[in-house]
């Protein structure tokens, strides 16, 4: 820790980069194949659309889709914007970690949250799932990051909170309608989040989830892109309500007290 906190901030801030960089090329090997239930070890990186083995010289994050010009060197089709797009978004996420907790704990735990979420918002957005093989280990990880954060009890509680609101929710939801509410990932996931943030944290993650899903999804009704019986991709606001509670939790629910304590 006093080689790291010696170590010029310039290159801090690279290195913390450069990592991000590393995560976000392996964050898109998630993406593309755990929906398709593929191993994200072997076999190496493919190109999507003639199958041909990638070069580990073209595999470099945004540098490989710069040089390439976001075309496959074999069968010389186009590559997605979303793999230089995660990198670059996986970098400046930890950055920001980086520049919000310093080289600290939390930052280290951040480091893997924070690319897992990045994953679940994007695979939820695309397929309407959020994989086991993401949310399973995330609630293991945070029931151990969370008991060294805030202890273990409100750890659990935090578990329980909100796996257990979002199961009745969930059969409410199916009582009235005779629908699935919330998916088993939503689920899962919400367990994790409960796990690593505590039982105080965790609703404030539901009410932010829900308000910024509630925003998006009128604002899809209003343009008819969807309509109320569409389904969402509600992983992807849970993600996102966590990286802000995670960031500014505390900062929030302060600011709620004042508000409160100045309006009586």
């Known amino acids: 820790m006093n080689f790291l906190t010696t170590t010029p901030f310039t290159l801090q801030i690279v290195s913390v980069l450069l990592l991000g960089l590393a995560l976000g090329s392996f964050i898109n090997v998630c993406i593309h194949r755990l929906p398709k239930k593929e191993s994200i070890i072997t076999p190496r990186s493919y190109c999507e659309s003639c199958k041909a083995k990638i070069f580990i010289w073209d595999n470099i994050p945004i540098l490989s889709y710069l040089i390439l010009k976001g075309k496959c060197r074999q069968c010389d089709n186009s590559i997605s914007i979303l793999y230089p797009t ?5 970098a400046l996420l930890l950055l920001s970690g980086f520049i919000k907790f310093g080289i600290t704990i939390k ?11 990045l994953a679940v918002a994007i695979i939820d957005f695309k397929h309407l799932i959020i994989p086991d093989a993401i949310t399973l ?3 293991l990880f945070g029931l151990a990051a969370g008991s060294y954060l805030i202890g273990l009890k409100n750890s659990s509680l935090g578990l329980i909170s909100g796996a257990g609101t979002f199961i009745v929710l969930s059969t409410i939801h199916y009582w009235i309608r005779g629908l699935v509410g ?3 990932g ?6 994790a989040v409960g796990a690593l943030l505590g039982i105080k944290y965790v ?7 829900a308000f910024i899903g509630s925003l998006v999804g009128l604002t899809g009704v209003a343009l008819r892109k969807i309509n109320f019986l569409s389904r969402i991709p509600f992983g992807s606001y849970l993600a996102l309500g966590t990286l802000i509670v995670y960031f500014s939790g505390e900062d929030i629910i302060n600011i709620y007290i004042k508000t409160i304590m100045s309006v009586y």
């Open 107 to 117: 930052f280290a735990i951040f480091c893997a949250i924070g690319p897992a979420l």
């Open 137 to 139: 280990p995330g609630v």
């Open 182 to 184: 919330m998916g088993g």
């Open 203 to 209: 609703f404030l993650v539901i009410f932010l989830s």
């Open 186 to 191: 939503d689920i899962k996931l919400i367990a």
């Open 86 to 90: 995660v990198e670059l978004s996986t």
